[in-house]
């Protein structure tokens, strides 16, 4: 019996001893390079437990990597600090973030002509803008080395003169997008702003467009756009239509086009033509292709961070914003698994790496994880859907929706063969019902001059 007793006590001091050695290697790493960020205050007792359990249950070290991944994010909105060196720790064995495919591999971050830093600056210095805006911290990501700039190409052709970029005069339109936090001008700049108010997104002289941001709970971020207003002017010509079950659309007879994101959060997309209107101001910037003088504020002063040029445009007295977190580990790294389709250097993304700077999709989309919609049973959800010519009512009277020209959304309709009735039902054109000066009418119906009857 005594013997027996020895054996558990034996145990129970080894598994003990083993705890503790984890507790002291977790401790170690966060106090002394964590401890300190005052983003992280008293919560880095939580992320102890975290790291301890992690790498107890496995004992292997590469497992406690994403407890300190996320602790160094969140410092890094703090400014530059002491956790900048943690991955240069002896006994650290992280290393450099790898991004990871579908299948599960790790790819590198950073294309061959940058490098990877934990506190890099929140918008790079680029050919055409050699000093853009700061955010009051830093963040993580794949940055030129220092003395390098980023070049960006878009469709148009570019001279290089003085170490500024001479553009030719055939420009693009320009589209702005409100994801939530994030959002990103008429012009390319890219920023995060996490607000609590009513803000004006576009204003130009004869109309404005205006738009709701709230903190949420059951989104996947942590904020959501909730409402998009349009004020006009005395003219107000308008298409609007539903394109899918996902987006409604709206063109103006000046040019503006509107995508308003439905499901599964709401998102707005505002597109200008080109050379047109160089005088629009508020969170979508100053369309005129110089991302330079984007934060031009209400009052006409160009402000240096996002923080101040979004609260100017603020409609009333609203509560100070708050930066975004990934308040879940666990919710991370479902976000990298699902988004990782994004970066597969052999996926159906693949083709368009040379194109588009994927990076920032996978930065937005490991923040505001979205989910597949479900369709009803009689639509099928389609990529590319086109609303021209897909209602019942589109045999009756001419289609308007096939006058707008716009980017590609996805959604549910109506499979092809099939049209959409008036109650929103996929059906034949053969029992599509008719339509008259916008009313509905029964299928059967006789028309009569002046008048109509049902036939009997």
């Not at 019996?1 to 007793?5: D, P, R, S, W």
């Not at 602790?71 to 703090?78: K, M, Y």
């Given at each position: 019996?005594?013997?027996?007793?020895l054996l558990i006590s034996c145990a129970l001091i080894t598994v003990a001893s083993y705890a503790v050695s984890c507790f002291q290697y977790c401790h170690g790493i966060i106090s002394k390079y964590f401890k300190s960020c005052k983003n992280i205050g008293d919560q880095y007792h939580e992320y102890e437990r975290l790291c301890t359990e992690e790498y107890c249950k496995t004992g292997n070290e590469m497992d406690v990597c994403s407890t300190f991944l996320e602790?160094?994010?969140?410092?890094?909105?703090?400014?530059?600090g002491p956790f900048e060196a943690w991955r240069r720790d002896p006994d650290v064995v992280c290393g450099m973030p790898c991004l990871v495919d579908h299948r599960g591999e790790d790819i590198p971050t950073c294309p061959e002509s940058e490098i990877y830093r934990d506190c890099g600056p929140s918008n790079q210095a680029t050919c055409s803008y050699m000093s853009p805006y700061q955010d009051t911290g830093c963040v993580s990501g794949c940055v030129c080395?220092?003395?390098n700039r980023q070049y960006s190409e878009s469709f148009n052709d570019f001279t290089c003169q003085d170490a500024k970029w001479a553009c030719t005069e055939s420009l693009c339109p320009g589209r702005c997008a409100v994801e939530g936090p994030f959002i990103t001008t008429f012009d390319g700049t890219s920023y995060t702003y996490a607000g609590d108010c009513h803000f004006v997104a576009i204003q130009h002289k004869d109309w404005s467009l205006s738009v709701e941001l709230r903190h949420c709970h059951n989104g996947p971020a942590e904020t959501c756009l909730k409402s998009v207003t349009l004020a006009l002017g005395l003219v107000n010509t308008i298409i609007i239509f539903k394109r899918s079950s996902s987006y409604i659309e709206a063109e103006l007879y000046y040019g503006l086009k509107i995508q308003i994101q439905l499901v599964p959060t709401m998102q707005l997309y505002a597109t200008l033509p080109a050379k047109k209107y160089a005088s629009t101001r508020g969170l979508c910037g100053s369309f005129n292709n110089k991302a330079e003088d984007d934060f031009i504020s209400s009052q006409n002063i160009l402000e240096v961070t996002p923080?101040?040029?979004a609260r100017s445009w603020e409609i009333m007295t609203c509560p100070k914003a708050r930066h975004p977190s990934c308040a879940s580990i666990e919710k991370e790294k479902l976000a990298k698994e699902k988004c990782a389709i994004l970066t597969d250097p052999n996926g159906v993304f693949a083709a368009g790496h040379f194109t588009v700077d994927y990076r920032s999709y996978y930065e937005v989309r490991n923040n505001s994880l979205q989910l597949k919609q479900n369709c009803e049973e009689d639509k099928v959800f389609q990529y590319n859907i086109k609303a021209c010519n897909t209602s019942c009512r589109s045999f009756s009277e001419k289609d308007l929706s096939c006058d707008v020209e716009d980017s590609p959304v996805d959604g549910c309709n109506c499979p092809e063969g099939l049209y959409k009735n008036s109650k929103g039902v996929c059906v034949n054109q053969d029992i599509c019902d008719c339509y008259v000066d916008d009313k509905c009418l029964p299928k059967r119906t006789v028309l009569l001059p002046q008048s109509y009857r049902p036939q009997t």
């Open positions: 019996m005594q013997y027996k007793l602790l160094a994010r969140r410092c890094s909105s703090g400014g530059s080395p220092e003395g923080e101040a040029f």
